[in-house]
């Protein structure tokens, strides 16, 4: 709610004291600026008898009252309701001067809420009443020092939440890494060991290689010695077949000693 005017203040005080209700007329009326103002509800009809000058003054008070009403009802000060008339009701405020001229409100709009509010009765709530026996001072607003601890407060809060994240993010992270780190470790065990195996392997080749060398060696020298045990072979056949033709050359001297032995003998 508004701060209220000083002339709000004292004319909703006036209402309240020792009443329980009032109209949208009561409002009007009370401190009716200037010039003569006539409502019937039961005609619906309204009219202004007023100076050019004062015109402005009396349409202004209408809509500050207006205003004033909608506000209160707004806030639950007030209660409306309405009530059927049965006979003239005609309410006049103020009295005219000279030289006014009888006219009608110039804005439409501000007449139909005239006619629409002055049918209605104003009931006064025990929350009007209370907030006048404070002279309808405004709720406090919260002072600078508690905007500034909340502001505070809010601040150190996102920054906690926002600390919360960033560790929870890097707490994160560090078990990604960890993880990535045992991986890579892992990986670097396994080639290591695949490694050793290839060198084992690879001395093992070299063993199987010089012993295939030395085997090749080992054949090479069979292979000579059998060529000399072959060469050896074929002297002892050459050998063994000059014997056979000297055995058989002595056979045949032999043969002719013994034929001239007995050509002898005989």
Same mark, same amino acid.
């Given at each position: 709610?508004?701060?209220?005017?000083?002339?709000?203040?004292?004319?909703?005080?006036?209402?309240?004291?020792?009443?329980?209700?009032?109209?949208?007329?009561?409002?009007?009326?009370?401190?009716?600026?200037?010039?003569?103002?006539?409502? *019937?509800?039961?005609?619906?009809?309204?009219? /202004?008898? %007023?100076?050019?000058?004062? @015109?402005?003054? $009396?349409?202004?008070? #209408?809509?500050?009252?207006?205003?004033?009403?909608?506000?209160?009802?707004?806030?639950?000060?007030?209660?409306?309701?309405?009530?059927?008339?049965?006979?003239?009701?005609?309410?006049?405020?103020?009295?005219?001067?000279?030289? *006014?001229?009888?006219?009608?409100?110039?804005? /439409?709009? %501000?007449?139909?809420?005239? @006619?629409?509010? $002055?049918?209605?009765? #104003?009931?006064?709530?025990?929350?009007?009443?209370?907030?006048?026996?404070?002279?309808?001072?405004?709720?406090?607003?919260?002072?600078?020092?508690?905007?500034?601890?909340?502001?505070?407060?809010?601040?150190?809060?996102?920054?906690?939440?926002?600390?919360?994240?960033?560790?929870?993010? %890097?707490?994160?992270?560090?078990?990604?890494?960890?993880?990535?780190?045992?991986?890579?470790?892992?990986?670097?065990?396994?080639?290591?060991?695949?490694?050793?195996?290839?060198?084992?392997?690879?001395?093992?080749?070299?063993?199987?290689?010089?012993?295939?060398?030395?085997?090749?060696?080992?054949?090479?020298?069979?292979?000579?010695?059998?060529?000399?045990?072959?060469?050896?072979?074929?002297?002892?056949?050459?050998?063994?077949?000059?014997?056979?033709?000297?055995?058989?050359?002595?056979?045949?001297?032999?043969?002719?000693?013994?034929?001239?032995?007995?050509?002898?003998?005989?």
């Amino acid at each position: 709610m508004r701060r209220l005017s000083k002339n709000e203040k004292r004319l909703l005080k006036q209402l309240i004291r020792n009443r329980s209700g009032a109209t949208f007329i009561d409002f009007l009326e009370a401190d009716w600026p200037v010039g003569k103002f006539d409502v *019937s509800t039961f005609q619906q009809t309204l009219s /202004i008898k %007023v100076t050019d000058d004062e @015109l402005p003054i $009396a349409m202004h008070h #209408i809509v500050e009252r207006l205003n004033l009403v909608k506000q209160l009802e707004e806030e639950g000060y007030i209660t409306l309701w309405g009530k059927i008339r049965t006979s003239d009701n005609t309410r006049t405020c103020g009295t005219a001067s000279e030289g *006014s001229n009888t006219v009608f409100l110039p804005d /439409i709009s %501000v007449a139909t809420e005239v @006619l629409k509010y $002055a049918n209605y009765e #104003i009931g006064f709530g025990a929350s009007l009443k209370e907030w006048s026996k404070q002279n309808f001072r405004s709720k406090p607003l919260m002072s600078f020092r508690v905007l500034v601890f909340i502001l505070i407060a809010m601040l150190a809060a996102n920054l906690i939440y926002q600390a919360r994240l960033i560790r929870t993010r %890097v707490s994160h992270e560090h078990e990604q890494i960890v993880d990535n780190n045992k991986e890579v470790l892992e990986n670097q065990l396994l080639s290591n060991q695949i490694i050793d195996s290839l060198q084992r392997q690879n001395n093992d080749l070299m063993i199987v290689t010089e012993q295939v060398r030395q085997n090749t060696e080992n054949l090479q020298d069979i292979e000579m010695f059998l060529r000399e045990q072959q060469g050896a072979f074929r002297n002892i056949d050459a050998q063994t077949r000059y014997l056979r033709e000297q055995m058989h050359l002595n056979q045949k001297l032999l043969k002719r000693s013994d034929s001239l032995l007995n050509r002898m003998i005989e």
